[in-house]
């Protein structure tokens, strides 16, 4: 038994730092399932010994089996919960367990004919387990067979005397108890997808470039941790190249701002689509760009990196019917050799691109 309450204690514990954590509050409505589990199992083991204690008390040896029984299924699901370990059609076999549990109080009619009360609780564990609309028809059924065991008394499983009040009030009540935790279910999931959605977009946003829709530094900077980590193990060649818009301070003085951003977007758009599915590419800041090319030999970038010149020197940007023509300068370097760390690669990167605007501009350097 202090074993027992030592658990209950920790575990009170735990769920208190949960709830109260506000950090954990969209992480704990997404992940709702198990921590209803964990609330089932909590109340259970501290319900169920009272109830067992009552039956006792009033003579009832068969009722204080059966509830001691169910709490022995709850403390050993508990238990194993408590080490970790997984337990396989957990939430079905609770279900199962509590649903047995409040049949028999049903039909029995438990202390002084409150059986049918216990019917109560199962409705909240099934729209906790099982959500809005799964929870609406396992409670549906459950009125359903409460209404024929009340009319029809099959094989006289009913033992317990109900009277018409009682058998109406409780199949009424119940099923107004079912209506209001339908909606208040149903309003939950609908603010969960919508946390959800609003997470996605405010994650997706803090990677996006605003004005190109491209992926923004931090974007390609994360991408390259994780680039740089899989080159040390499998030393795969990966290339990185900075690209920059060849007098683009002219399109702006020229044409406007306006213009300029268009033109950016022109561009950026069109090395996407030179560059393999595969490869990533960032708007690196101002009119510079940032491309990463995985698993290239280094011919296959060179070659990949002429290809997007060539093609952004014959595509030019058209703005009421005026074409803007625009070229762009290279600088190519890889993981390999000293160049091992990003920021290295980076500088690498950068000095070529300065050497092919010291060659005359629309070239790449490796």
């Not at 709702?32 to 109830?51: E, G, Q, R």
């Not at 900075?242 to 399109?251: G, L, S």
């Amino acid at each position: 038994m202090p074993l027992i309450i030592s658990w209950l204690r920790r575990f009170q514990h735990r769920l208190s730092m949960l709830y109260l954590n506000e950090n954990n509050v969209v992480a704990l409505i997404s992940h709702k399932s198990h921590h209803s589990i964990l609330l089932v199992l909590f109340f259970a083991v501290i319900i169920l010994p009272i109830m067992a204690f009552s039956a006792w008390s009033s003579g009832n040896i068969e009722r204080c089996i059966i509830l001691l029984a169910v709490f022995g299924i709850c403390a050993l699901v508990l238990i194993y919960e408590k080490q970790n370990k997984q337990i396989k059609h957990i939430k079905e076999i609770l279900v199962i367990t509590i649903f047995s549990l409040s049949v028999y109080l049903l039909v029995s009619g438990g202390l002084e004919n409150t059986g049918a009360l216990w019917c109560y609780p199962l409705s909240i564990v099934l729209f906790m387990f099982y959500g809005a609309r799964t929870g609406l028809q396992l409670n549906l059924f459950i009125i359903t067979l409460a209404t024929i065991v009340f009319i029809f008394n099959p094989f006289d499983v009913l033992t317990a005397t109900y009277s018409y009040a009682e058998k109406t009030r409780f199949l009424f009540s119940f099923f107004l108890l079912n209506l209001f935790t339908f909606i208040i279910t149903f309003a939950e999931e609908l603010l969960v997808k919508s946390l959800n959605k609003t997470r996605e977009a405010l994650q997706k946003a803090n990677i996006t470039d605003e004005l190109t829709g491209l992926g923004n530094r931090k974007f390609i900077k994360e991408a390259l941790q994780s680039i740089d980590r899989r080159y040390d193990s499998n030393n795969e060649l990966v290339v990185v190249m900075m690209i920059d818009v060849d007098k683009f301070k002219e399109v702006n003085d020229t044409y406007g701002h306006h213009v300029g951003d268009l033109s950016l977007i022109h561009i950026g758009q069109n090395i996407k689509n030179k560059i393999r599915k595969t490869d990533l590419i960032a708007r690196w800041g101002g009119e510079e760009f940032l491309v990463v090319l995985t698993n290239t030999e280094r011919q296959k970038a060179i070659e990949i990196a002429r290809i997007v010149c060539k093609h952004i020197e014959n595509t030019p940007c058209i703005y009421n019917d005026i074409k803007i023509a625009t070229t762009i300068s290279i600088g190519l370097a890889s993981f390999e050799g000293e160049n091992k760390d990003i920021e290295q690669v980076i500088q690498h990167a950068d000095a070529n691109l300065y050497a092919a605007k010291e060659a005359g501009r629309n070239k790449v350097v490796y």
